[in-house]
Structures are given as structure tokens and as C-alpha cells.
């Protein structure tokens, strides 16, 4: 008998560091990350020790627009990025290529091959300029619609064709519309989304609170998120920008802008973060008229860990990339190491 029971209790010991041991593989796996959304990578020693003291391991780093060109008539890359330092060891480079709704609309279904082979060789020839390691995933970023829908898809289709992207992983931004009108929009043909858990409201509202996230609106759109037929990244927002206005018509996004950057001796505060301007006058490389507004829209580190609380209760996949917009020097002043730290452990 006492043999027996030296047996079974050697069988539960067995099975309990069996079932601990099945647990702890599956122990979620975030990767901690940064977009980079500047036009020349350079890394500011506040930046450098955000890395390092975050563990960041990878970098989604935008390396050109493609916009429709009125006057050529046809797509032309813009604003591409310059590296004038390497990226720091230990890493990942992801790039990003944001493709505006305009060259979809405009562009006829003959020309979206061409287009797919200038963007793939653009990637391909600032990896090689700059002595980057090859890619292990390209980002695709475009706020596609259910009229630009087939147009998209089929560039993203033509894209992965591409000699050099043979072994390649695509993700593509999801935004929320696209989450809770998948059925009208469509899932593009990628291997993963990132959901941009941002930019909610009607920016050119000028009366809207905040069009950057707003708690209430982002309660409407998420109960659908678990339903996506896509494994999804999670981008949280860190950032402010101004949106300046004429007659109530949104002129311009200045970005990064916070209320103090705004002087009380050049602008008059109204209620809804709205400033006007007191005299003509330059600012921000735009030219302001007496009575132009200014509108602050602003996160701020706790709103940037309520999104990701509300966020995680619907992303139930174990292995993600938790994606911070973004890494800039003016943006680090409003955010501490410790705030960083907070909303990457809300996943983790």
C-alpha cells in the first residue's frame, strides 16, 4: 500500500510541474515598441535612453509618403527619410509607407502594378543605400474605404510579388471604422493588422473635444474588435498637435504642438482649447491671419493609459507588438520613462 501511495504522489508532482510548466509557455508575449515619424532618423541621447531604459526591441520607422501628384498626373513618393545614424543594436527596422485615400481613388487599376513595383524598389533601394540588414516585416499604412478597397487590396497583392519580399511579414494600420465596418471595407491581405487605437473623432470639427481619442467614442467601436479576422498589434497615441482654422475650415495640422507653445502676448485662450490669433503674424512655418484659431488637442499620460486599459479588454491575443506614437524629443518632455513603462505593462 505505502508503495502505491509513493507512486501516486510521484504522479501528481509529475503532473503539477507538467500543467505549471504549460502555463508558463504560454505567457504572453509583447513586443515593446516605438513608431519613428520623423523625415531624418537621429537620435536625440533623451531618445537613445528611452530605448535602452524601455528595452525596445523594434522601431516602425516611416520611410515615405505616396501621394497623388496633380500635376505629374500620377503617385509620387514624398517626404522619405533620410538615416543619418544607424539603428541601435538589439532593434528591429520596420518599414512604414503611408499611402494616401487620394492616389487610390485616383490611380486606374492598369497603373497599381507599376505602383506596387516603385514602392517595393524604393523600400529596397533605402535598405540598400544605407547598409540596412534585410526586413523581416513591412508596414503598410493607408485609410482605405469600401470605394478604394479593391484598389488597395490589389496593390498590397502585387507588393508581395516582389523578389525581395519573398520571406517577408505585411501588416497593415487597421483603424477603427475599418474594425466595426469590416463587412463594407473588407480585411486587407496581410499577415497582421496594427490597430490604431487613435484618431476617433472628425478632425475637422473645430467644436469636437478631442478628435484624437475620446473615451466614449472609443466604447462605441471596440466590442467588434475581438471578432477581426486578423491578429492585431495595439498603437497606443502619445502626442499633441495644433489644428489651425480659418472661417471654421480646417487649414493645417501643425504638429508636434502643445498649449505652451502657444504665447499669451500672440494669442487669446477661448474656452475648448481654442486660440486666436491676436495680429498677423508667422508661425510654424504657416502664415496667420488676426483672428485665425488654433485648436489643442492633446494626450496626456493618463489618457494614454486609459485607451490601453480599454484597449487590452478586447485584444486577446498572447503575442503582440504594443506600438507607442511616437518617439520624439519635444513629445518625451510630456511623457516620463515611468508613463512609457505603465501602459507597456497594461499588456504585458
Known amino acids: ?197 487613435y484618431n476617433m473623432g472628425n478632425i475637422a470639427d473645430v467644436s469636437s473635444q478631442n478628435s484624437i481619442y475620446d473615451q466614449e467614442t472609443a466604447k462605441q467601436y471596440v466590442a467588434k474588435i475581438d471578432a477581426y479576422p486578423l491578429p492585431l498589434d495595439a498603437a497606443i497615441a502619445c502626442f499633441s498637435w495644433g489644428l489651425l482654422f480659418y472661417e471654421n475650415k480646417l487649414q493645417r495640422i501643425i504638429y508636434p504642438l502643445y498649449e505652451n507653445n502657444l504665447s499669451d502676448s500672440l494669442f487669446t485662450a477661448l474656452p475648448g482649447n481654442v486660440f486666436t490669433a491676436k495680429k498677423s503674424f508667422y508661425f510654424e512655418g504657416s502664415f496667420l491671419a488676426e483672428g485665425n484659431t488654433i485648436k489643442i488637442e492633446s494626450m496626456t499620460q493618463e489618457l494614454s493609459l486609459q485607451s490601453a486599459e480599454i484597449l487590452r479588454q478586447y485584444l486577446k491575443n498572447d503575442s503582440m507588438s504594443v506600438i507607442l506614437y511616437h518617439l520624439d524629443s519635444t513629445i518625451l518632455n510630456y511623457y516620463t520613462n515611468e508613463s512609457f513603462e505603465n501602459i507597456y505593462s497594461i499588456f504585458e
Open 1 to 197: 500500500m505505502q508503495e502505491i501511495f509513493q507512486i501516486l504522489r510521484y504522479l501528481f508532482f509529475a503532473i503539477s510541474i507538467f500543467f505549471f510548466t504549460s502555463c508558463k509557455n504560454k505567457e504572453k508575449e509583447i513586443t515593446r515598441s516605438f513608431y519613428y515619424w520623423q523625415s531624418s532618423f537621429i537620435l536625440s541621447e533623451a531618445e537613445e535612453r528611452t530605448l535602452s531604459d524601455l528595452h525596445i526591441k523594434k522601431l516602425y520607422i516611416k520611410f515615405f509618403d505616396v501621394k497623388w501628384e496633380t500635376n505629374a498626373d500620377q503617385p509620387i513618393p514624398v517626404a522619405s527619410v533620410a538615416f543619418k545614424e544607424k539603428i541601435p543594436d538589439g532593434i528591429e527596422l520596420i518599414p512604414v509607407i503611408f499611402i494616401t485615400n487620394e492616389t487610390l481613388q485616383k490611380i486606374n487599376d492598369e497603373e497599381i502594378k507599376t505602383l506596387a513595383f516603385k514602392i517595393s524598389k524604393k523600400i529596397g533601394d533605402i535598405l540598400q543605400e544605407n547598409n540596412l540588414s534585410a526586413v523581416k516585416e513591412i508596414q503598410l499604412d493607408c485609410d482605405w474605404n469600401e470605394k478604394t478597397e479593391k484598389k488597395y487590396f490589389l496593390l498590397v497583392d502585387e507588393m508581395k510579388k516582389f523578389p525581395l519580399w519573398e520571406k517577408t511579414t505585411w501588416s497593415a494600420t487597421i483603424r477603427l471604422h475599418q474594425i466595426k465596418y469590416a463587412d463594407r471595407t473588407g480585411v486587407p491581405p496581410v499577415d497582421k493588422g496594427m490597430l490604431m487605437f
